[in-house]
């Protein structure tokens, strides 16, 4: 499930010298430290209904609450980019209508991200198609679409996420590991 299931990442490097970290005290907020060999100082807490963190590095902290979605379901239809420096939106990204994303990865300035239907309990066993979105982390310019193969929606699972990224082959899977894994090459 969306928000509801995965609020806040857990501790992500949102760039050089900050660290993102959920708030203990006030879920979905989002902590913005200061780190260096002195230690970590706090420098932002973010307003508990604004920021449900997926995914930080390189300067910016990925959100994907809709603020302005009020169905019963949580669908990640809207990413949205803040700077970890003032915490402030950088960018954003709405998907089209019937669509939604899955977990993001941000590494070496890129966000990748699978674009997806709408999947519910009842299109498990179905097989869909997805694309991976490779998108400029600074300015949320969309650099490459790749069309991936067909995968077929395990029990339980909605959403595909990027695993994991290196060396330009991105894994994408399911987001509670069952089901297709595939290997993306960048």
């Known amino acids: 499930m969306a928000a509801a299931h995965r609020g806040p990442q857990a501790d992500g490097q949102g760039g050089e010298h ?5 708030d203990a005290d006030h879920p979905p907020a989002v902590q913005l430290l200061d780190v260096n060999r002195q230690g970590a100082t706090a420098r932002a807490l973010t307003a508990a209904d ?27 239809t809207l990413l949205r980019a803040y700077g ?10 709405r998907a ?14 890129r966000v990748y ?7 519910t309990r009842k299109d498990t066993g179905r097989r869909i198609r997805a694309d991976l ?8 310019r969309l650099l490459h679409t790749l069309r991936l193969p067909a995968m ?3 029990d339980e699972s909605r959403e595909l996420e990027v695993r994991d990224t290196g060396d ?8 509670d590991n069952e089901g297709d894994v595939l290997i993306a090459a960048d």
């Open 84 to 93: 970890t420096r003032d915490g402030h939106l950088a960018w954003q990204l």
């Open 96 to 109: 089209p209508t019937g669509q939604e994303y899955g977990f993001p990865e941000i590494a070496d300035g």
């Open 152 to 154: 077929t929606v395990p």
């Open 113 to 119: 991200v699978v674009r997806q239907p709408f999947l």
């Open 133 to 140: 979105l490779v998108l400029d982390s600074g300015t949320g």
């Open 18 to 22: 900050t660290l993102v970290i959920p």
């Open 168 to 175: 330009g082959a991105v894994s994408i899977g399911w987001y």
């Open 50 to 76: 604004a920021w449900d963190a997926v995914a930080a590095g390189g300067g910016i902290v990925l959100s994907a609450i809709d603020p302005d979605d009020r169905s019963e379901e949580d669908h990640y």
